[in-house]
């Protein structure tokens, strides 16, 4: 989580300073290429119930992975694809504070960002989204 806010301040333009378990950064700025957007869309890919929350709360899109444990030769995972896995898994981003909205594609739940629930008056939305409409 320490590196995803660290990117999406470099990428504002801001100088970053973190130093975490994972991360240790000081004082690093992105001068140069600039994003084309003023806003670089945070895209988060995960199962992991604390991951998902966070997600919830700051991803634009959320990808739900669907693997489950690492198998025996350290490559395959188990895959968990049954209706009661993804709604558990979309029920945590709601909780994390996006309200789900079903994306097009197998497995991705795109809540709405920050920006949205602040225009909506912390309400998500509600409408269903295909490729034609995005």
Same mark, same amino acid.
């Given at each position: 989580?320490?590196?995803?806010? *660290?990117?999406? /301040?470099?990428?504002?333009?801001?100088?970053?300073?973190?130093?975490?378990?994972?991360?240790?950064?000081?004082?690093?700025?992105?001068?140069? +290429?600039?994003?084309?957007?003023?806003?670089?869309?945070?895209?988060?890919?995960?199962?992991?119930?604390?991951?998902?929350?966070?997600?919830?709360?700051?991803?634009?899109?959320? !990808?739900?992975?669907?693997?489950?444990?690492?198998?025996?030769? /350290?490559?395959?995972?188990?895959?968990?694809? %049954? %209706?009661?896995?993804?709604?558990?898994?979309?029920?945590?981003?709601?909780?994390? !504070?996006?309200?789900?909205? +079903?994306?097009?594609?197998?497995? /991705?739940?795109?809540?709405?960002?920050?920006?949205?629930?602040?225009?909506?008056?912390?309400? *998500?939305?509600?409408?269903?989204? %295909?490729? *034609?409409?995005?």
């Amino acid at each position: 989580m320490a590196v995803v806010r *660290a990117v999406q /301040g470099l990428l504002a333009g801001e100088e970053v300073s973190v130093d975490s378990a994972r991360l240790t950064v000081h004082r690093a700025r992105l001068d140069a +290429p600039r994003p084309v957007q003023d806003r670089i869309p945070l895209t988060v890919g995960t199962s992991n119930s604390r991951l998902l929350r966070f997600a919830g709360e700051h991803a634009d899109v959320v !990808g739900l992975s669907g693997l489950g444990r690492t198998l025996a030769d /350290g490559h395959m995972h188990a895959v968990r694809w %049954t %209706t009661e896995v993804v709604d558990r898994q979309v029920a945590l981003v709601a909780e994390g !504070g996006g309200g789900p909205e +079903p994306a097009a594609g197998a497995g /991705g739940a795109r809540p709405a960002g920050p920006r949205d629930r602040r225009r909506r008056g912390g309400r *998500a939305p509600r409408s269903r989204s %295909t490729p *034609a409409s995005r």
